[in-house]
């Protein structure tokens, strides 16, 4: 098979023609007196990035890369770039970047179920991760603050998520995010796990030196089941 050098990348002769019709239909893009169309730049660079992970090689995945961020830029949100750019940084062993990633694809997503998967799969990422998670839950905390849309999401439609994220927070000692979440669970009120919510928000504000809202916890526990207080 003929192949073409560009700068120190080697690519099969029709893969660099294919690449140079991108680059001529995005360098149209650019000079269009109109607006350009982000989403067909997406889409090109989108190509550009497959066409580079079929021919494989490390220097060829380094474009890849470069062109799939680029298409993420254009387009945040879209599903196919997550998920092969997602694949890439799996690859390479970047979980932070990954669950960033996720979380803008969930912050971004045009459906709300869209959204809770990526949302769900980065919970799982960084639960089975052996980075450090003290890093990686920083990432959750910058996601809730910015979108609290996003947290909102999860504690209505998917509780029990919630929760596993909440135990693993204690666990990891970032007791201020899992006070957070515990906060909005409690106000949801998800059935009968309502009390334990509650319980553990208060004894977790008491912890924290949150007094006021401990003693507005522990009264709703005891609201939720009086039995309790004997």
């Known amino acids: 098979m003929q192949q073409i050098d560009t700068d120190t990348t080697i690519l099969p002769l029709d893969v660099a023609a294919e690449l140079e019709r991108l680059e001529a239909r ?6 269009s007196p109109t607006d350009v169309d982000q989403r067909e730049r997406g889409a090109l660079l989108l190509q550009k990035a497959q066409l580079y992970l079929a021919v494989g090689e490390v220097e060829n995945e380094r474009e890849a890369l470069a062109a799939l961020w680029a298409a993420w830029e254009c387009v945040p949100g879209d599903t196919d770039t997550l998920l092969i750019l997602e694949r890439v940084l799996a690859r390479r062993g970047t ?3 990954r669950l960033r990633l996720l979380l803008e694809g969930a912050q971004g997503a045009p459906q709300e179920a869209v959204a809770l998967g990526w949302l ?13 998670r003290e890093d990686l839950y920083g990432t959750f905390r910058s996601a809730f603050e910015a979108d609290s849309a996003l947290l909102s999401l999860l504690v209505q439609q998917a509780p029990r998520t919630a929760r596993k994220l909440v135990a693993a927070l204690l666990d990891a000692g970032e007791d201020s995010l899992a006070y957070l979440i515990l906060g ?6 998800h059935e009968s796990e309502s009390f334990d919510d509650a319980l553990n928000l208060a004894r977790l504000a008491e912890r924290l030196g949150e007094d ?3 003693f507005e916890a522990y009264r709703m526990a005891l609201t939720l089941r009086p039995a309790a207080a004997e």
């Open 212 to 214: 006021e809202q401990a």
């Open 120 to 132: 769900e799969r980065a919970i799982s990422l960084a639960q089975t991760s052996g980075d450090a």
């Open 95 to 97: 979980t932070e970047e």
């Open 184 to 189: 909005r669970l409690g106000v949801e009120r």
């Open 26 to 31: 995005a360098t149209e893009l650019e000079a």
